[in-house]
């Protein structure tokens, strides 16, 4: 299953990456951020669900509610990081647009700013969105600053699961029965219009298993018809078959075939069979031929969506030691700029 060169990709400034969980969400949005600061560009990646994982990747102190350079590569790139609170995007957005000061510490304390993110989550992702809109439209040397161009020349957002994105995405119609004019409704406009743009790309991450596979379509179906323009299908932990075909083809045989076939290969390598090694090998090589035909059913239903696919390998040691930089190197390959 071929990954087509991401041409939509080059254009696009602001990456959003989702996923349902477990299939390695926060590690393709590590990856995808480290890939474009390798070819030299200034990159924020950004996570808003709090979970830490972006420090966890990266080995690094927890992050903040203030920007921190992750890596310096190499070709002039860099990749900084963002952890988005909602409670202090909302004491930001109080001082911002009501001067609040010192009473906006005081809501904090008798519990009003988490009423108010938990009560409300068209408000809430608003906040969380807003700080993204914030960043992306951030003039280069900062406000009031006469240099050209933008701060960032791309952000990398590690967004909620399959099932909140599109919620979380769609700040507009979050906000219908909550706020129907006024300052945040006008800052929901402006961030529906940046997440609508061209400029903005969500990409699935999935794995070559049935649930997550089907969430996955569902999600873009949905992302689609929110609005919303849809990048790659990243399909991460690729497993490379371990049998050659003429193996495969023999654990299809009969088992007294594949007992004498595997008797002689053992002996000939030097081992000595014994019937419950047999019978285990036989169950495990059956027990992967499974695996490899449901890869290739998932594959297919994956390209039959029409979105250009990305295949990511699983690593034998994780993350570690340079995992994320192998996976980035993948990106690179495959056509990510």
């Known amino acids: 299953m071929p990954s087509p060169v991401l041409a939509d990709l080059a254009a696009a400034r602001l990456h959003v990456v989702t996923g349902k969980g477990g299939v390695?969400?926060?590690?393709?949005?590590?990856?995808?951020a480290l890939a474009l600061a390798s070819t030299g560009k200034r990159v924020l990646v950004i996570e808003v669900?709090?979970?830490?994982?972006?420090?966890?990747?990266?080995?690094?102190?927890?992050?903040?509610?203030?920007e921190v350079r992750l890596v310096a590569h190499h070709s002039g790139g860099e990749l900084w990081g963002l952890s988005i609170d909602a409670k202090a995007a909302l004491l930001e957005y109080l001082?911002?647009?009501?001067?609040?000061?010192?009473?906006?510490?005081?809501?904090?304390?008798?519990?009003?700013?988490?009423?108010?993110t938990t009560i409300a989550p068209g408000v809430r992702d608003v906040l969380l969105t807003g700080k993204i809109y914030?960043?992306?439209?951030?003039?280069?040397?900062?406000?009031?600053?006469?240099?050209?161009?933008?701060?960032?020349?791309?952000?990398?957002?590690?967004?909620?699961?399959?099932?909140?994105?599109?919620?979380?995405?769609?700040?507009?119609?979050?906000?219908?029965?909550?706020?129907?004019?006024?300052p945040i409704r006008s800052q929901a406009d402006s961030i529906t219009a940046m997440l609508r743009d061209t400029r903005t790309l969500v990409h699935m991450v999935t794995l070559l298993e049935e649930m997550p596979v089907q969430e996955s379509l569902?999600?873009?179906?949905?992302?689609?018809?929110?609005?919303?323009?849809?990048?790659?299908?990243?399909?991460?932990?690729?497993?490379?078959?371990?049998?050659?075909?003429?193996?495969?083809?023999a654990l299809a045989g009969s088992d007294d075939?594949?007992?004498?076939?595997?008797?002689?290969?053992?002996?000939?390598?030097g081992l000595r069979p014994t019937g419950p090694m047999v019978k285990g090998l036989v169950s495990e090589g059956r027990d992967h031929a499974l695996r490899l035909d449901l890869q290739d059913?998932?594959?297919?239903?994956?390209?039959?969506?029409?979105?250009?696919v990305i295949e990511l390998p699983a690593l034998t040691d994780?993350?570690?030691?340079?995992?994320?930089?192998?996976?980035?190197d993948e990106l690179l390959d495959q056509g990510v700029r």
């Open 24 to 32: 390695g969400k926060t590690t393709v949005a590590a990856s995808l």
């Open 49 to 66: 669900e709090g979970r830490q994982g972006l420090s966890q990747t990266f080995d690094v102190a927890p992050l903040g509610v203030e």
């Open 95 to 116: 001082q911002l647009f009501y001067k609040l000061g010192r009473a906006g510490s005081a809501l904090e304390k008798v519990g009003a700013i988490d009423f108010a």
């Open 134 to 182: 914030e960043a992306a439209g951030r003039p280069r040397g900062g406000r009031g600053s006469k240099q050209r161009g933008l701060h960032y020349d791309a952000l990398v957002v590690d967004a909620p699961p399959t099932g909140r994105a599109v919620r979380f995405l769609n700040v507009n119609a979050g906000l219908a029965d909550v706020a129907k004019v006024g």
């Open 218 to 249: 569902d999600g873009l179906r949905d992302l689609a018809a929110a609005g919303l323009h849809l990048g790659a299908i990243v399909v991460n932990q690729i497993r490379e078959p371990h049998l050659s075909p003429a193996h495969l083809t």
């Open 257 to 269: 075939d594949l007992d004498e076939t595997l008797r002689t290969e053992l002996t000939s390598a």
């Open 297 to 308: 059913d998932m594959a297919a239903e994956i390209a039959a969506a029409g979105r250009p």
């Open 318 to 328: 994780g993350v570690e030691d340079g995992g994320i930089a192998v996976l980035a």
